[in-house]
């Protein structure tokens, strides 16, 4: 695998996707072996934003870098349960992973952007929620076919799972709210 490649041909199919071109699933590869690759990737940049943010607050013990991963990967769950919940109340004849690998991608640019601009204002997160919703209703549109209200619904349901699952997690688990960022 080339990282580099496969980013670029990401990048280059979500630019197609968005334009509303015909050829934008070309730039991935909707099989097992491309889910393997976004998923890899994905957590290779997960483990670069809990790195890169230990230099800023400290060495994060085993358990707190852990923990950092998984509720990263949250994210990943977070789109796999918002596509089965929308394909359950609205079938589509599309396969899964014509959604799952370009989303995935999706979720490591927002992934990069998030720690990007979490460094700089965490009050500017709403606005990357809201590109990431914009993404997310274009990605239902062309890879699921599902009409603007159900699009609109599955990007929706991804953000707020996205957003939600780790802030109910810290609460149920007592983590003080600086644990969140």
């Known amino acids: 695998m080339k990282l580099w490649a496969e980013l670029r041909e990401a990048g280059l199919g979500w630019l197609a996707l ?22 890899a990737i994905y957590l ?9 943010a230990a230099m800023s607050v400290g060495v994060p013990t085993v358990w707190g870098f852990a923990a950092s991963m998984i509720v990263l990967s949250l994210a990943v769950l ?4 918002s596509d089965w919940l929308t394909r359950r109340i609205v079938p589509t004849t599309e396969p899964p992973l014509r959604l799952l690998v370009p989303g995935i991608y999706a979720l490591c640019a927002y992934l990069i952007a998030g720690g990007l601009v979490s460094l700089i ?5 709403p606005l990357l929620w809201l590109a990431l919703a914009v993404l997310l209703y274009f990605l239902g549109r062309r890879a699921a076919h599902w009409s603007h209200g159900v699009a609109a619904g599955f990007a929706v349901l991804t953000v707020v799972l996205l957003v939600g699952t780790p802030v109910t997690i810290y609460m149920l688990l007592g983590l003080p709210a600086a644990a969140i960022s």
């Open 18 to 39: 968005l334009r509303g071109e015909a050829s934008w699933l070309g730039h991935f590869a909707p099989t097992l072996g491309g889910l393997v690759r976004a998923l």
């Open 78 to 81: 977070a789109l796999l349960v």
């Open 44 to 52: 290779l940049l997960a483990f670069l934003v809990v790195t890169l």
């Open 121 to 125: 204002s965490g009050a500017l997160l």
